[in-house]
Every structure is written in structure tokens, then in C-alpha cells.
């Protein structure tokens, strides 16, 4: 039996309603006999018999429920699908302030500590470390390799030949060797016959140099070859390339690569012109810090 169409159903019922009413016209039923109280069946009933002489009307089966109609999708209508629901976006919280940087070290504590060091092999040789001449107070600094014989036996920075010439460049830009400048070293002890330290050496003594000028604070400094140049900037061209160039110390101080003293008094066909080059760094130092010939550098004592 369809239930797709309740008026089929409903005709489907009639219809075996009528051929049941037929059937019992046809045997003589008139009615539907009805047995006298207390009387006895004539017969005992026989379900088999019955069941297979009046045929059983298929039950009706009830309509099933219509579904609604879906709505049409509208995908514009519905909200995006979150796993998690949004949360008011909130500014990130501040970081907290960075700690004020310590205030460097005096330079009397340094050098005793230079003084004691034992970093490298290079305290296995030395006689005296070399730490520094001059005036802390001044606007300009020389920095130069390592020390050589004579600074080892001093203990002071360039009082060699090659320190003699640049006292003589230092007093041709008009100033004092000992009141205007701050002199010293990438390295405080001499290397073994003077020759060119180690990476591992550098590398060990130059936070010392950084904790010099973070002390002193010079307005400008004048580096002096290969060695300086690549230890306090970090770079591995030599010092033709990068001469008469100015470059920035800590992104603050400006820096004038030149060449070294020693290299100045070595007989070359390039002698002649390497003095001039290196005169012309020096009045580019002496721009920079507004000096005129006889005028002095020195600041003001930080006390």
C-alpha cells in the first residue's frame, strides 16, 4: 500500500472494506450473529479455519509526517565557524624596562685586572702588561695592534720608534702627546717576536679595550693598522681598502682607519705616498673635532 497519497490509502481501505461486505453476502450473512447467554458454541473455533476464511484487512498504515522544507542556504547569513570564540583583542602588556646598564669600571680597576690576567699563552712571556698612556679626559684616542720590545719593558704604549713618529703626528696636528690623546693597544701583552697575535688572543683581550672606552668616552678614535681595524670593527679588509673611510664605533663614535707608524717607517716604493694618505686621515680627525693647528683637544675632568 502506497502512503505517499492519503487518498489512495483511503481508496485502498474502501476497497477491501466492500470485498469483505461481498464475501458476506455471498455466504448469507445477514448480520452479525450474536450467541444467546449461556448458550454452548456449536462447534469449538478453529483459528486456522477462521483465518482462512475471512481474510485479515491489511492494517492502515499511518501517514508518515511531511519534513519541513529546508531553507535555502545562505552562506552570506550565517557567522564564520569558530572553534574557540573570539576574545576582545587586547594591546600585548609592556615589557618591562630594561635594568639601567652598570656604569663602567673605573680604569685603575681594569688595568689590575689586566695586570693579573692569564687568558691566554701570551702571559707566559710577557714582562710588564701595557695598558694605556696619555689623558683619559681627552677627545681624541689612538689604538694601535700590540706591544713591541721597548713597550714591554715599559709598560706603556708605543715608546718605540714607531711611537716616536706618532708623537711627531700627534704634535703636527697641534697637539700635547701626554694631555690630548689616549693611547693603547688592541693586545696588552707583546706577542713573541712581535709577530701578528692569534684570533684566540684578540678575541680574549679585547673586552679590556671595550671597558677602556666605555670609560673614557672619546669623541673620536684614530685606528691604527690591520690589526686594530679588524679587531674593533670586526672586518677582514685590510687597511688600503678602509682608510680616509669613516666608520662608527657602537653605532655612536666615529673611527678613522689609518695607517700604523711602523708600517709608515718601512722602506717602500708606496713610503712617500702612504705619509701623505695618512697626514690626510689625520686633518680629517682634526674636521671632525673642529681643530686648528695649536688648538688643543683635551675635555673638561670627569670628576
Same mark, same amino acid.
Given at each position: 500500500? $502506497?502512503?505517499?497519497?492519503?487518498?489512495?490509502?483511503?481508496?485502498?481501505?474502501?476497497?477491501?472494506?466492500?470485498?469483505?461486505?461481498?464475501? =458476506?453476502?455471498?455466504?448469507?450473512? !445477514?448480520?452479525?450473529?450474536? @450467541?444467546?447467554?449461556?448458550?454452548?458454541?456449536?462447534?469449538?473455533?478453529?483459528?486456522?479455519?477462521?483465518?482462512?476464511?475471512?481474510? *485479515?484487512? *491489511?492494517?492502515?498504515?499511518?501517514?508518515?509526517?511531511?519534513?519541513?522544507? /529546508?531553507?535555502?542556504?545562505?552562506?552570506?547569513?550565517?557567522?564564520?565557524?569558530?572553534?574557540?570564540?573570539?576574545?576582545?583583542? !587586547?594591546?600585548?602588556? &609592556?615589557?618591562?624596562?630594561?635594568?639601567?646598564?652598570?656604569?663602567?669600571?673605573?680604569?685603575?680597576?681594569?688595568?689590575?685586572?689586566?695586570?693579573?690576567?692569564?687568558?691566554?699563552?701570551?702571559? *707566559?712571556?710577557?714582562?710588564?702588561?701595557?695598558?694605556?698612556?696619555?689623558?683619559?679626559?681627552?677627545?681624541?684616542?689612538?689604538?694601535?695592534?700590540?706591544?713591541?720590545?721597548? *713597550?714591554?719593558? =715599559?709598560?706603556?704604549?708605543?715608546?718605540?720608534?714607531?711611537?716616536?713618529?706618532?708623537?711627531?703626528?700627534?704634535?703636527?696636528?697641534?697637539?700635547?702627546?701626554?694631555?690630548?690623546?689616549?693611547? +693603547?693597544?688592541?693586545?696588552? +701583552?707583546?706577542?713573541?717576536?712581535?709577530?701578528?697575535?692569534? &684570533?684566540? /688572543?684578540?678575541?680574549?683581550?679585547?673586552?679590556?679595550?671595550?671597558?677602556?672606552?666605555? $670609560?673614557?668616552?672619546?669623541?673620536?678614535?684614530?685606528?691604527?693598522?690591520?690589526?686594530?681595524?679588524? #679587531?674593533?670593527?670586526?672586518?677582514?679588509? #685590510?687597511?688600503?681598502?678602509? @682608510? #680616509?673611510?669613516?666608520?662608527?664605533?657602537?653605532?655612536?663614535?666615529?673611527?678613522?682607519?689609518?695607517?700604523?707608524?711602523?708600517?709608515?717607517?718601512?722602506?717602500?716604493?708606496?713610503?712617500?705616498?702612504?705619509?701623505?694618505?695618512?697626514?690626510?686621515?689625520?686633518?680629517?680627525?682634526?674636521?671632525?673635532?673642529?681643530?686648528?693647528?695649536?688648538?688643543?683637544?683635551?675635555?673638561?675632568?670627569?670628576?
Amino acid at each position: 500500500m $502506497s502512503t505517499d497519497d492519503p487518498r489512495a490509502m483511503l481508496a485502498e481501505v474502501a476497497a477491501s472494506l466492500r470485498a469483505y461486505l461481498e464475501y =458476506q453476502v455471498e455466504t448469507g450473512a !445477514t448480520g452479525i450473529p450474536r @450467541r444467546p447467554k449461556g448458550a454452548k458454541p456449536e462447534r469449538a473455533p478453529d483459528p486456522e479455519h477462521d483465518r482462512r476464511a475471512i481474510p *485479515e484487512p *491489511e492494517p492502515a498504515r499511518q501517514p508518515e509526517r511531511a519534513r519541513p522544507a /529546508e531553507p535555502a542556504f545562505v552562506p552570506a547569513a550565517l557567522p564564520p565557524f569558530d572553534a574557540e570564540p573570539k576574545r576582545a583583542a !587586547t594591546a600585548p602588556a &609592556p615589557a618591562p624596562p630594561k635594568p639601567p646598564a652598570a656604569p663602567p669600571r673605573a680604569l685603575p680597576v681594569i688595568q689590575a685586572e689586566v695586570a693579573a690576567c692569564t687568558k691566554c699563552v701570551l702571559h *707566559e712571556t710577557r714582562t710588564n702588561t701595557v695598558f694605556s698612556r696619555g689623558n683619559p679626559a681627552a677627545a681624541l684616542c689612538f689604538i694601535g695592534e700590540a706591544p713591541g720590545a721597548d *713597550e714591554d719593558e =715599559q709598560g706603556k704604549p708605543f715608546v718605540g720608534r714607531a711611537g716616536q713618529l706618532l708623537d711627531k703626528m700627534i704634535v703636527a696636528m697641534g697637539l700635547d702627546p701626554e694631555k690630548d690623546v689616549y693611547v +693603547c693597544n688592541i693586545i696588552k +701583552c707583546r706577542p713573541p717576536g712581535n709577530r701578528k697575535p692569534e &684570533p684566540n /688572543e684578540t678575541e680574549a683581550c679585547i673586552p679590556y679595550l671595550h671597558e677602556q672606552l666605555a $670609560s673614557i668616552q672619546p669623541k673620536a678614535i684614530v685606528l691604527l693598522g690591520n690589526t686594530a681595524v679588524g #679587531g674593533l670593527l670586526g672586518t677582514k679588509l #685590510g687597511i688600503t681598502k678602509v @682608510r #680616509g673611510q669613516w666608520k662608527l664605533y657602537r653605532g655612536s663614535i666615529p673611527v678613522m682607519p689609518t695607517y700604523h707608524p711602523s708600517y709608515l717607517l718601512r722602506p717602500s716604493a708606496q713610503q712617500a705616498e702612504a705619509k701623505k694618505q695618512a697626514w690626510e686621515d689625520l686633518q680629517a680627525v682634526m674636521k671632525q673635532l673642529g681643530l686648528n693647528r695649536g688648538a688643543r683637544s683635551a675635555r673638561p675632568s670627569k670628576d
